[in-house]
């Protein structure tokens, strides 16, 4: 089932509007904080190959492979933060939010490993 599917089915019962402010502040600090960390993520991978052991195609390949795990790892921010408020699909949504972390973790941790 889509994202999109989830979030618009019709529940029931509605959250509490501290819940909804508090699942859209989640969301924002997420990805404000993601956008933070990516910036310093992609300064260091652009430095990481001062020396000029690693070949450039292999130098690029780890920044592109750390930047998507990173893109992923933010974006999970998304389905946390829809998980506060969207009553009936709380644990689909943590589940959804912590396989996209999990995920976006391993792949800027296999790539950082296969590059030194």
Do not use: C
């Not at 492979?65 to 921010?77: C, E, H, N, P, T």
């Not at 009936?88 to 999990?102: E, S």
């Amino acid at each position: 089932m889509p994202l999109i599917a989830i979030v618009t089915e019709n529940n029931s019962s509605k959250a509490p509007a501290w819940l909804v402010v508090l699942g859209s502040l989640f969301m924002i600090l997420w990805l404000g904080g993601a956008f933070i960390l990516g910036a310093m993520k992609l300064m260091a991978g652009v430095m990481a190959n001062d020396s000029g052991s690693a070949s450039a195609d292999a130098h690029l390949a780890m920044i592109a492979a750390v930047m998507g795990g990173q893109v992923i790892s933010g974006l999970a921010g998304v389905p946390g933060g829809l998980a506060f408020f969207t009553v009936g699909k709380r644990k689909k949504l943590w589940a959804i939010f912590f396989a996209m972390l999990a995920a976006g973790v391993g792949i800027q941790a296999a790539a950082l490993y296969l590059f030194f």
